[in-house]
């Protein structure tokens, strides 16, 4: 395997990765490095966590610092496009030490926050713009960004922002950037939609897929726990209190606040992410998460795509998703860079021809088990050691929503808080299973 300076990569850059850990190349950056150092188009495919965001930042960052130029108010050198503010948010983070260590600039531009520091930054002067289609266009249509200088463009997550409808509005970008400039498409996926972009906007792009669409098997155990309705929660709990990170997902933003908040009042300590928060209060809670604040994340599909956090070890589908592309990538949320991970589908009865269709088509072969009650040794085998809970949360006053305030319950009503990340927190304590209404399961490991 190559190493990055073999690959072409500045010093500086080798150098801030080495300071991070980062020694040996994945293989879809082995395998797109190459080209993209070059100034060719390339199309990546791999799936969630394989390392695709490295693959795009290196080239960028290398690229203009090898080629410095004054900076223009308002013209930005390169432009990468992410489907979800969170996703925004984490390659921004990524990108910061390789920015700083090469003198390059960046901003990023999403929804949900207020513009104007935004264009204060792009007034400043900055190379690289890493934003969400919507804001973007917004500002491009105000005058405040002129996208005519654009050197490199990335389309990160391409599937992901065709199946959330934002190929009308990528195009009009893509539209205002340079003929003959250089483009870089990542995805899980290709998808129409994404040939679509493929054949507008790549020019003879040299194609590197470095693995199959399906689940990496050998890196994940999948298992299908066939649960009465009654007994749902009970097995969440358990689930969701043994030790480590993680990440429940739910259908729908009602039933992610709803499975937060059951969580937190069983003393779980949950938060909640889907459209319907704030931004302010999505950041939050992310990073609860993040740091450990929170030991469990209930998101809707939005994070599937969306966030980047090390060593969550289990994801539990409360509701299965519809399509198996879904299913790999929340799936994808563990088992991330090479580490192993397990993947729990909670199923009732009334999804047995469903479940058995998305697993067949995902390419998995999941262990199913089936329980009458809400007790059963396996969950002990899923989830290894002592289940910890804590008192049940105080609420949250902090954590917005765009729909409506939230509402503190009064003491005393079995806890609240909706999950989110500005509870009150007190000191876990560990207890018995039996006791705290949780899932009692046989024998401990």
């Not at 920015?99 to 513009?115: E, I, L």
């Not at 302010?280 to 795509?305: E, H, K, M, P, Y």
């Not at 003491?411 to 009150?424: D, E, H, S, V």
């Amino acid at each position: 395997m190559p190493t990055f300076a073999d690959l072409g990569l500045p010093a500086a850059v080798v150098a801030t990765l080495a300071d991070a850990g980062i020694h040996t190349p994945f293989p879809i950056q082995a395998a797109t490095l190459p080209d993209s150092l070059t100034g060719r188009d390339v199309l990546g495919r791999g799936r969630t966590g394989s390392g695709k965001s490295y693959a795009f930042l290196l080239p960028v960052v290398a690229r203009l610092a090898q080629q410095p130029r004054k900076r223009a108010a308002g013209r930005p050198r390169a432009l990468i496009l992410a489907p979800t503010r969170e996703l925004v948010t984490q390659l921004a983070a990524a990108l910061a030490p390789l920015a700083a260590a090469t003198n390059v600039g960046s901003v990023t531009v999403f929804g949900g926050v207020g513009a104007n520091p935004q264009i204060q930054q792009l007034r400043s002067g900055v190379e690289i713009v890493v934003a969400c289609p919507g804001r973007l266009e917004d500002l491009m249509k105000s005058g405040h960004v002129d996208l005519s200088g654009v050197e490199i463009t990335v389309l990160d997550e391409a599937d992901h922002m065709a199946d959330l409808g934002f190929l009308p509005g990528v195009k009009r970008l893509l539209d205002r950037t340079p003929r003959g400039s250089q483009r870089l498409l990542f995805s899980a996926t290709l998808d129409a939609g994404v040939d679509v972009l493929v054949q507008r906007y790549l020019d003879n792009p040299v194609v590197h897929s470095v693995d199959t669409e399906q689940s990496p098997v050998a890196e994940m155990i999948h298992h299908v726990l066939h649960v009465e309705n009654s007994a749902r929660i009970d097995v969440l709990t358990d689930l969701a209190a043994a030790p480590g990170r993680t990440i429940v997902f739910a259908r729908t933003k009602h039933g992610a606040k709803k499975l937060a908040r059951q969580l937190n009042s069983r003393g779980v300590r949950a938060v909640e992410l889907h459209g319907n928060l704030a931004q302010n209060a999505r950041t939050r809670n992310l990073t609860a998460f993040a740091d450990g604040s929170a030991t469990v994340l209930v998101a809707t599909d939005i994070a599937a795509r969306g966030i980047h956090v090390d060593d969550v070890g289990l994801v539990v589908h409360a509701d299965p998703p519809v399509e198996h592309k879904a299913y790999l990538h929340r799936s994808g949320r563990t088992a991330r860079a090479g580490a192993a991970g397990t993947v729990v589908t909670l199923m009732v009865d009334g999804q047995v021809s469903d479940v058995r269709t998305l697993t067949r088509k995902a390419g998995v072969k999941p262990v199913i088990t089936r329980f009458a009650g809400d007790q059963h040794p396996v969950l002990h085998q899923i989830a290894p050691g002592e289940r910890v809970f804590a008192e049940p949360l105080e609420a949250a006053p902090v954590a917005a929503e765009r729909s409506r305030p939230h509402r503190p319950r009064p003491p005393g009503r079995g806890g609240a808080g909706g999950g989110q990340g500005g509870a009150r927190s007190r000191r876990p304590r560990r207890r018995s299973t039996r006791s705290s209404g949780a899932v009692a399961a046989r024998g401990q490991r």
